[in-house]
């Protein structure tokens, strides 16, 4: 199942909302509602968004405001969880795509759990050196959230130490992965709180395009860590982002529909580039001694809830055509 249109130029507001309804009135994610007991909301796509919401936050919130590694798994039977697999491949949550394009003018890499940071800058580099020419910067995106005790031995039992933050995290993946090691330039600002924290360390690889590691502060401080919005929104003003750049996006392939379309809103609408999400290629020998998580029925079902979410909210963005 294809997910909304973000090529650079050609992609219309119409286009958009076109792609976000097609998605939504899936056969697989229409399945999925059926099995866990609901009917499929009538209405216009604001309202069938807002219903889809509302039925998720019942049956598929197993984090419940709380981070990804708390979410509690729930135990489903055998043919529910091979549809939920099955519903989670169609919908764009499992099998890597490459880069469609030969050539972009930036490559951004979300940061996540510790490992989807090493994972996520060891691709990113893959990329940029073989498959990507990059004609503006990679720019690693993350937050100044405090690592748990199980991120600091992961890293640990990675050869990586001394890291505290996310970003710390993404800087180590950095180093590694681009070969570097005293960033060119540093900025920053210290705060009262790590919500409101912001971070810039720029680093110049020999004969690839720099790399930025940004950390950013949250647009809610008092409630809420930065979250993939807020990232992507503080590069854009960080960076100087024409209409038309075509932009590239590194996540993990079960976030690529919730976090495509986030980008989609905070750059795509507002600025009139391109964006291209790819998730991490796990076939790539590269990753082969970097850790990589389970995905269960639960997780997946809450990132196809992640989905919705965030096109309702990019639905209510884009201007009526």
């Known amino acids: 199942m294809a997910l909304p249109a973000g090529a650079a130029a050609t992609t219309t507001k119409g286009q958009i909302t076109a792609g976000v309804r097609a998605w939504v009135d899936s056969s697989p ?9 609901g009917e499929w909301p009538t209405g216009d796509l604001s309202t069938v968004l807002a219903a889809l919401d509302d039925f998720s936050a019942r049956h598929w ?10 979410a509690r ?10 549809l939920v ?3 989670a491949a169609a919908l764009g949550l499992v099998r ?4 469609a394009l030969p050539r972009y003018a930036h490559l951004l890499v979300l940061g996540g759990l510790a490992h989807a940071c090493l994972r996520r800058t060891a691709y990113a580099a893959h990329l940029v050196r073989t498959v ?5 910067e990679v720019a690693v995106l993350g937050s100044c959230r405090a690592l748990s005790p199980a991120e600091s031995r992961l890293l640990a039992d990675a050869g990586i130490r001394d890291c505290v933050t996310e970003v710390d995290a993404l800087d180590a993946g950095v180093r590694v992965a681009f070969g570097v090691g005293t960033p060119s330039e540093e900025t920053g600002e210290e705060a009262d709180h790590p919500h409101r924290a ?10 690839l395009p720099p790399v930025r590691v940004l950390a950013a502060p949250s647009s809610e401080p008092d409630r809420r860590r930065a979250h993939t919005a807020d990232t992507q929104r503080f590069w854009a003003e960080h960076v100087r982002l024409r209409a038309g750049d075509p932009v590239l ?3 993990a392939q079960i976030y690529v529909p919730f976090q495509h379309c986030d980008a989609l809103r905070t750059l795509a609408v507002p600025y009139g580039c391109g964006i291209d999400t790819v998730g991490v290629d796990p076939a790539l020998t590269a990753l082969a001694g970097l850790p990589e998580p389970t995905l269960t029925p639960g997780r997946y079902l809450q990132e196809i809830r992640s989905a919705v979410r965030s096109m309702r909210v990019l639905h209510a963005a884009v201007p009526p055509a």
């Open 73 to 82: 798994e729930p135990a489903f039977d055998p043919a529910t969880v091979r």
């Open 132 to 136: 990507a020419g990059i004609s503006g």
């Open 29 to 37: 994610l229409r399945g999925l509602v059926g099995h866990f007991g």
């Open 61 to 70: 919130d197993f984090r419940q405001g709380r981070e990804r590694p708390e």
């Open 85 to 87: 697999f099955d519903a």
């Open 96 to 99: 890597a795509v490459p880069p």
């Open 198 to 207: 912001w971070s810039s360390r720029t680093y110049r690889p020999a004969g």
């Open 249 to 251: 996006m590194v996540t």
